[in-house]
């Protein structure tokens, strides 16, 4: 047995050290790909989309901003968020047009402009990333665009298709996308609201609509639909580099989506190549696999593994920016100005659904980052006594660096105003003790405590809808809801006695109902649950019970929470939004009367309506960032402050750790497509590697030895047992 | 044993639509199509008609099992469950919701869940059978005692901790294997080791003790005292005899098992990063996704009945006495 034993080591020890080369042996990648430029980093959702047309979600922008390239992007490292020309050679200016379509100059009133015409010209000599969708044969025809489905009997992956072309991008391609959105089978997010915006949207969703259901009663459900052959009013090509978009009124906000994939273009040659007869059920689909003109292409999708990009060989020569904030040269951020990007050659996303394994791979070194969660908080970060954070020793020691940033977010706990309590009902009078109400627990509620203990001192309070970063947001003094806080040097929330006196005004003075003698019970929507859930309501419980409130929670699941809130069946309720782009029109629309959730399925999930907040949205939402825009945001807050249909909450702070081999970081909360800008040094990765993951295998040789001594008198034993004499 | 065999896969035809029926009712009791619809379309933005034509096109605009307004056998067949479900019957699965076709999915993802499962499957059976004839053959000395009490302690601890005890001692504090992750070929192994290291000594405990019984019982047995009495040593009598009875019920045991490693384990594998049918199934419940969910019933509930049958086919090939009628 020994010898067989032995024999066995022999062959699976070779195994072992040859799967891993010389490499660490706990090294989850190929050995052969040790001391490359490959970014490591990771995943714990798979995306649901890749199609630009469909992707909305943040984890999906990780990929697509690498991929696709819109006509605008985000200035990587000026703040505030600047947007500048990505594939389009400037920032298009507005032309706006009175109902009889005659020019109007900048700056006319809102009332007259009836149409606004966006012009964006494309830079020239730009080409897609190799695809099949473009390869030609010799006589200069597509080679895979009239494939039947005997043809894709071999072809299962997009890497199947051996002979690969490229073409150079088009206005064509950015008016095709654009009709893309109302593509009856795509449902893209942001249809509806186009709809209302782009000149003919509408209509063509309808005509596209009708003819998918002509297509599926003659049994061609699956055919594909040639958008070409349908115009689009509001989409108008120029030339092979200018095209015009048309949309109703004015919407200065449009150029925020110009920098989204949404409006990024997408050839018909790739479009016509996956609407073939099968590709759909080989899984070969735009979905899956797409196709852009930005620095990276996606060469492995298999998001039950891993998502690998590599270089685009045909990217356009981008250069690093040479311009950005004073303490970006300080930070050496400005080191490669001028260089063209990316740096990076590959990069590696792999699955990681737990955070134990991808917090560990980190610390040794097989993640260039990482976020840090609240169990990992402190082993993570200190707080010196200033309350500055920074790394822990152990971090320090190991070279590893954080980034704080505070997120273009806000986390709010919201009334619902069709609650008769909360929101008031219909008469002036309990309209008003409700706001008294609201204004109570937003004293009361100290979302600074909840900030230290749940958060880990992660966020900061807000004043208000608008988080920092975003115009309008003021710092100090100026910016503080004085409603709940004073100001001391800092904002300073108000004693709980200051709430307790607006509880005494709204008619509930010790929590008792001023007319029935009741307790005041309030009712608390969530879809929180667990014991890590169970200490933040029971501190939201003691937080009401200050005021003599009871909070009862009512806990559901995610699909009944919405349809409640929905319905206008919740009371109060805990959400929150992250920004599309930076503007405060982006929150401040949250709470827009006709975004009325239980009215119009809006985003107004308090169905909070205050005319005269609507009417300097109005105003504000089209003025350009000036301090007349600053002054209706400022009057708009007052009025929001006062009605207190939200708790402000907090707006959360991203921390982020990176090993000392990972350059130009700089965190960027609103753009996605900030791989380009980074760099690596692989080589100082590597010797860390080996460094850190020295394999040990002396605690198996202990673990048997031990095992064998524990044995030993037992066999001692059976032996004597075997020699002795039976007994009867 | 032919028409026995026969008569249980018709049967199995009745169970299958059972099956069906109560995971189409669960599901929906928790999610309506409406719900399924926004999970796809995100969180944001989405309005009213984009929710009414992803229902459409998926056909979840139609009654769940009932339709009034259609005639004839469209009241039955124009539903949601007719379409969704009964297709299974010849392993139409149909597409994800995120427009994958299924039953491509499934093939591929059977091979990491195998991967893992199979070696597990005979590793273990291995080390539960050798360890608790270790133990039997040790009765009533302090290995038997201690080897008892640690099979105790180690079945009351919860399969999550092996997996992170295993990932944070031999992962990451010994640097041997890597933590997480997967690869195809023969690079696998090394990913491999870990989750099936994990899997077998999180079995042990409930697995030796189940099978020490059955040792302890046959030893007790006349024809063991016999073997004894004829001057057979202790080893000879334990491996010739003692073992070949008592694998009767432990093989009958893990019979039923085998066609249930092509679905793999769903949290070895969500911890460990294995593409398997595990993993597929979680994200499955969790995107809300029906399509899925119910094709991996319906696949898991077939493979049980398989197992059932193969179960009792293995009771007549290791024990002659026993027929199937």
Redo the contacts between chains.
């Keep these: 047995m020994n010898a067989k034993f032995w024999r066995l080591l022999a062959l699976f020890l070779p195994?072992?050290i040859a799967?891993?080369g010389d490499s660490?042996?706990?090294?989850?990648y190929?050995a052969a790909d040790s001391g490359k430029n490959i970014l490591y980093s990771s995943f714990s959702e798979?995306p649901?989309?890749l199609d630009p047309v469909q992707s909305?979600?943040t984890n999906e922008s990780t990929f697509t901003a690498q991929i696709y390239e819109a006509p605008l992007q985000y200035h990587y490292l000026k703040r505030p968020y600047t947007l500048i020309p990505c594939v389009a050679e400037e920032i298009p200016k507005p032309r706006f047009l009175d109902a009889g379509g005659r020019e109007l100059p900048a700056g006319a009133a809102i009332k007259d402009i009836a149409s606004t015409v966006y012009e964006i010209k494309i830079k020239r000599g730009i080409r897609y990333q190799p695809h099949p969708a473009f390869a030609k044969n010799a006589a200069g025809a597509l080679i895979y665009q009239n494939l039947g489905v005997a043809d894709l009997a071999d072809k299962n992956v997009l890497a199947d298709f051996t002979e690969l072309g490229t073409r150079e991008l088009n206005a064509r391609d950015f008016e095709y996308q654009i009709k893309r959105l109302a593509h009856?089978?795509l449902?893209s997010?942001?249809?509806?609201?186009m709809e209302d915006y782009i000149v003919g949207l509408k209509d063509y969703a309808k005509k596209m609509?009708e003819v998918n259901v002509a297509l599926a009663k003659s049994g061609k459900a699956d055919a594909w639909i040639d958008l070409t052959q349908y115009p689009l009013a509001g989409v108008e090509v120029i030339d092979d580099y200018t095209y015009r978009i048309h949309l109703k009124g004015q919407y200065s906000q449009f150029l925020y989506w110009l920098a989204m994939p949404f409006f990024a273009p997408v050839p018909l040659e790739a479009d016509r190549f996956f609407g073939q007869p099968g590709m759909?059920?080989?899984?070969l689909?735009l979905?899956?696999y797409p196709i852009g003109t930005g620095p990276y292409m996606l060469t492995e999708n298999?998001p039950?593994?891993a998502m690998v990009l590599v270089r685009n060989p045909n990217f356009r020569g981008e250069t690093y920016p040479s311009e950005g904030e004073p303490a970006d040269v300080a930070n050496g951020l400005l080191a490669d100005a001028g260089k063209p990007l990316p740096f990076i050659d590959k990069l590696v996303f792999?699955?990681?659904?737990?955070g134990?394994?991808r917090w560990?791979?980190f610390?040794?070194g097989?993640y260039d980052s990482s976020g840090i969660a609240s169990d990992t908080f402190d082993q993570a970060v200190r707080f010196s006594s200033g309350g500055e954070a920074a790394v822990s020793d152990s971090m320090r020691a190991q070279g590893i660096k954080l980034s704080t940033s505070v997120a273009v977010s806000t986390y709010y706990m919201g009334f619902n105003m069709l609650d008769a309590v909360v929101g008031g009902g219909t008469d002036e009078k309990s309209r008003a003790r409700a706001r008294k109400l609201r204004q109570a627990i937003s004293v009361a509620i100290d979302y600074e405590e909840y900030i230290s203990i749940f958060q880990n001192g992660r966020g900061i309070p807000a004043q208000g809808p608008l988080p920092p970063g975003i115009f309008g947001m003021l710092d100090g003094k100026a910016g503080i809801n004085p409603l709940v806080y004073t100001w001391d040097g800092a904002a300073k929330r108000k004693p709980i006695e200051a709430a307790k006196t607006l509880l005494a005004e709204a008619g509930y003075a010790n929590g008792l109902d001023a007319k029935t003698g009741a307790p005041l019970v309030l009712y608390f929507d969530v879809t929180a649950k667990g014991a890590e859930a169970k200490s933040t309501l029971d501190w939201y419980k003691a937080q009401f019970a200050r005021l003599n409130i009871q909070l009862e929670v009512r806990p559901t699941?995610y699909?009944r929470f919405?349809?409640k809130i929905r319905k206008g069946n919740a009371q109060i309720y805990e959400w929150g939004w992250h920004a599309?782009y930076p503007d405060p029109e982006n929150f401040m629309f949250l709470l827009l009367g006709a975004q009325s959730k239980v009215k119009n399925?809006g985003?107004n999930a308090s169905n909070y309506v205050n005319p005269e907040f609507d009417r300097l949205y109005e105003e504000m939402k089209n003025m350009p960032n000036s301090a007349e825009r600053q002054q209706r945001i400022d009057r708009m807050l007052n009025v929001l402050r006062e009605d207190a249909p939200w708790l402000w909450g907090f707006h959360p702070k991203d921390y982020a750790l990176y090993h000392a081999w990972y350059g130009n970081v700089k965190p960027n909360k609103i753009a996605y497509n900030t791989i380009k800008y980074q760099r690596l040094d692989p080589q100082l990765r590597e010797q860390k590697r080996r460094e850190w993951?020295?394999?040990?295998?002396w605690?198996?040789v202990a673990g048997l030895l031990v095992l064998i001594a524990l044995?030993l008198?037992?066999i001692a034993?059976?032996r004597r047992?075997?020699r002795g004499t039976a007994h009867a | 044993m032919s028409a026995y065999i026969l008569r249980r896969l018709l049967l199995a035809i009745p169970i299958l639509i059972g099956v069906n029926v109560i995971t189409f009712a669960l599901f929906f009791l928790v999610n309506t199509p409406d719900d399924m619809a926004r999970m796809q379309l995100g969180a944001k933005r989405v309005t009213p008609e984009a929710i009414a034509n992803w229902k459409n096109e998926r056909g979840y605009d139609k009654p769940l099992l009932y339709n009034a307004t259609a005639p004839g056998i469209e009241k039955l067949t124009d539903t949601i469950f007719y379409e969704k479900s009964l297709r299974m019957f010849v392993f139409d699965f149909g597409r994800a919701d995120d427009g994958r076709d299924i039953a491509r999915e499934i093939r591929l993802r059977m091979g990491p869940s195998l991967a893992v499962a199979l070696p597990v499957f005979l590793v273990g059976l291995l080390f539960y059978v050798t360890f608790a004839l270790g133990v039997a053959f040790f009765r009533a000395t302090y290995v038997d005692f201690w080897g008892v009490v640690i099979c105790v302690v180690a079945m009351s601890i919860s399969s999550m901790f092996y997996i992170i005890g295993g990932q944070f001692l031999i992962g990451k504090l010994w640097h041997l294997v890597p933590i997480s992750g997967f690869a195809g070929g023969p690079d696998a192994l090394r990913f491999l080791v870990l989750p099936i290291v994990v899997s077998v000594v999180a079995g042990l405990g409930a697995s030796v003790r189940l099978y020490r019984t059955f040792f302890l019982e046959e030893i007790s047995r006349d024809y063991v005292r016999t073997a004894r009495a004829k001057g057979l040593s202790e080893i000879t009598v334990l491996f010739r005899h003692v073992l070949k009875n008592a694998m009767i019920p432990i093989l009958t045991g893990v019979v039923v098992a085998i066609p249930l490693l092509f679905i793999g384990g769903l949290i070895t594998e969500s911890f460990f990063g294995i593409p398997g049918l595990g993993s597929y199934t979680i994200d499955a419940i969790g995107s809300q996704d029906f399509a899925v969910v119910r094709s991996m019933v319906f696949i898991g509930s077939l493979l049980y009945i398989i197992g059932l049958l193969m179960t009792d086919i293995s009771y007549t090939l290791v024990d002659p006495r026993v027929r199937l009628s």
Excluded at chain 1, 693 to 697: M, V
């Design positions: 195994l072992a799967g891993c660490p042996w706990n090294n989850p190929s798979r649901k989309h909305y979600s009856p089978r449902h997010p942001i249809l509806g609201l609509k759909v059920k080989k899984n689909t979905d899956w298999n039950n593994r792999s699955l990681e659904k737990e134990i394994p560990n791979k610390l040794q097989y699941d699909n919405q349809d599309d399925q985003e993951n020295q394999p040990l295998w605690p198996f044995m008198p037992a034993m059976w047992r075997e």
